[in-house]
Every structure is written in C-alpha cells, then in structure tokens.
C-alpha cells in the first residue's frame, strides 16, 4: 500500500510506563511528521522530523527516524491518562501527502 | 490566534442527495487540505489547494465531488451525489507552505449517508 504502515495497530499500557510506535513508509521522503487524535477530534501536530534529521525531542516525546530503513518511531515516556488518543504519521514526499493507518492508545490509569 | 474553522460540525443525508462542506483556514496560510477519514482509518488526502490552485487531487472522486478555493482563502468540498460509502469525518486543514510544513486542522464534519 502507497501508505505504509504503522505498528502496533493498538497498544494499552499502564500510566507511567514509556508507548513505542512505529511507521513505515515505502519512497523517498521530504519530512515526515507525528500527530495525535483524540476521539471525534481534529488531528493535532506533534512534532516534525526533517529527511536530514534522525532525532528529534520535545517534552516526553522523542521522534527518531531511519531513512535507510525507511521508518520512523514516536516514544511517548511516563505516559499519562490523558495521553489515549490515536496517533499516526505523515509522509511528505515529493507532492504527495500521505497519512498512516494510525496506532490506537490507550493509557490505563 | 485563530484556527481552522469548517461547518456543518454534523451532517445527516439520504444517498443520492448533495451535500456541501466548507473551510475557512488560517489566516495568511496558502496551503489547504481536504482529507476523507473513514472510521479506524488514517486521513485520506482528496484535495491539494496552494492559494487557489491545485497541487494535487489525485485522490478526488471527480465523478461525484468537487472542491474550490475561490480568492484563495476560504473553500468548499461538494459531493453530488453522496453515496453511502461517503459516511465519514472531512477534515480541513491549513498550512503555511506547501510540502513542508505543519499542517493546522479543524474539528471536521461528520458526515453520515442513510
């Protein structure tokens, strides 16, 4: 699929512990970018990881992103509640616009 | 600053009827996106604007929807007409560039099809 794919599809941990997930992607990429979605909610941007980059921080978030492998990981550390949402990454490249399938968290408190 | 703002929030149609979406971006941003989110899916790109022009619409079901951006600010997504397989979230979105940039979305509509 042009997509790509995301792994897990979902995942469920406990509050405090770290969330790992991982997106794939088939072609060349320009950037690629992390967001979140709470339910029946509009997609919020994460954090953006340029194609020349392979780390990235901001807060409990730590983006990496191996273009040899063509993937990319979002760790979420000492998760909280409130960080149950979706989550899915976009590709830009070339002209396209491309959105994984998403990861599906959820944080049990 | 204010964000993406799209109506209807909800929208309840019979199939074969019309139906119109619209968008009003961030001000000052050029880029536009209409995306189609179906149910457990990830956003689908349906259409591309960079002011008022088309980047890419490659993934518009030309036969039965349309979009346009006129003076390269606000828009609308039309589907005519609306099948059942359109039930599903359209989410605008804003950006200040094409490419490379965050994009900044709206709450969507959700669009139901009987």
């Known amino acids: 699929s042009q997509q790509g794919e995301e792994d897990p599809q979902a995942l469920s941990i406990q509050e405090g512990e770290n969330a790992t997930m991982n997106c794939s992607y088939k072609?060349?990429?320009?950037?690629l970018q992390w967001y979140r979605q709470n339910s029946g909610r509009g997609l919020v941007h994460l954090i953006l990881?340029?194609?020349?980059?392979r780390e990235k921080h901001s807060g409990r978030l730590r983006v990496t992103l191996d273009t040899s492998k063509k993937s990319s990981s979002l760790l979420i550390t000492a998760s909280r509640a409130a960080d149950t949402a979706s989550y899915f990454c976009?590709?830009?490249?070339?002209?396209?616009?491309?959105f994984g399938p998403g990861t599906s968290l959820s944080v049990i408190p | 600053e204010a964000g993406v703002a799209q109506s209807p929030r909800y929208k309840i149609i019979e199939k074969r009827q019309s139906v119109a979406f619209w968008c009003n971006p961030i001000?000052?941003?050029?880029?536009l996106y209409w995306y189609q989110q179906i149910l457990g899916q990830g956003p689908k790109l349906l259409i591309q604007?960079?002011?008022?022009?088309?980047?890419?619409d490659s993934q518009l079901p030309k036969d039965r929807f349309s979009a346009e951006r006129l003076k390269g600010v606000d828009s609308t997504l039309k589907i005519q007409p609306a099948k059942l397989e359109d039930s599903a979230v359209y989410l605008c979105?804003?950006?200040?560039?094409?490419?490379?940039?965050?994009?900044?979305f709206g709450p969507g509509t959700r669009l139901t099809v009987l």
């Open positions: 976009e590709r830009t490249s070339y002209d396209k616009v491309i």
């Open positions: 072609t060349s990429i320009n950037n």
């Open positions: 604007f960079q002011n008022n022009g088309v980047v890419d």
């Open positions: 979105a804003s950006s200040l560039e094409v490419h490379t940039d965050t994009q900044y």
């Open positions: 001000s000052g941003h050029a880029t």
């Open positions: 990881i340029r194609s020349n980059e």
